[in-house]
């Protein structure tokens, strides 16, 4: 009987739990359907003119394909960095490692945000000299995303800690080197994390932010004009 109750108590509290995450998301889809001017409540019937709006944009669908060309580079890019920096944190013994792991925990405690005069003049100083990689250009945006691996090496270097070392060293006396032991035997167990942490650097942290090292007011317009700005400035100018 108590049982029975507690299962039953577990079973609500987890449903109005998921209702109450779930119940925004819900609001938000259905009166994006809605019919009339605003999508704002009582709902006034289904519609799909908002989708087609947005998909009749060429400029905005040009800032869309832009973020996640943008999203998917950084994030490989930021995933392989991250991984093979965690392994060697993990598994390697040498002097500064443990600085190199307070360091990169003290930078999450600051947001990326106040770096963006210094990553601004960075890259204006860059496209002086190599045009390619400057300002308004996809390259220094990727370069800009891909360089916040400070999680991901934390991530992955926790889950490094998971896998006995053993396994590696079994690896070894058999007559594998280190890297075919990295790549043979590691890399396989670690595959579910490192699509966790590429999954997360894909939609947490490069396809929701907009452009750091970004120009402001007419050079901005002109910018997203030329179809280089990703979709979070896009909507900025078009609101």
Sequence with gaps: MNRAFTSSLSWLYLIVLYGFIFLPVAVL?????????????????F??????????????????????????????VACLLGFLAAYALARMKFRGRKQVLTGLMLMQMFPAVLALVAIYAIFDRIGSAFPAIGLNTHASLVLAYSGG????????????????????????V???????????????????????VNGSAFIMQEWLRGFWPDMSGQEAVEAFRKSTDPVAKGLMIIA
């Design 149 to 172: 691996i400070a999680m991901h090496v934390w991530t992955l270097k926790g889950y490094y800690d998971t896998i006995p070392a053993e396994i590696e060293e079994a690896a070894r």
């Design 29 to 45: 889809v259905l009166f994006s359907f809605q019919d009339g001017r605003l999508p704002v409540p009582p709902f006034n019937g």
């Design 47 to 76: 519609s799909m003119q908002w989708y087609a709006a947005v998909f009749a944009d060429r400029k905005l669908m040009a800032a869309l394909s832009n973020s996640f060309l943008v999203a998917l580079v950084s994030s490989l």
């Design 174 to 196: 058999d007559g594998a080197t280190m890297w075919q032991s990295f790549t043979r035997v590691l890399l396989p167990m670690a595959l579910p994390m490192l699509v966790v």
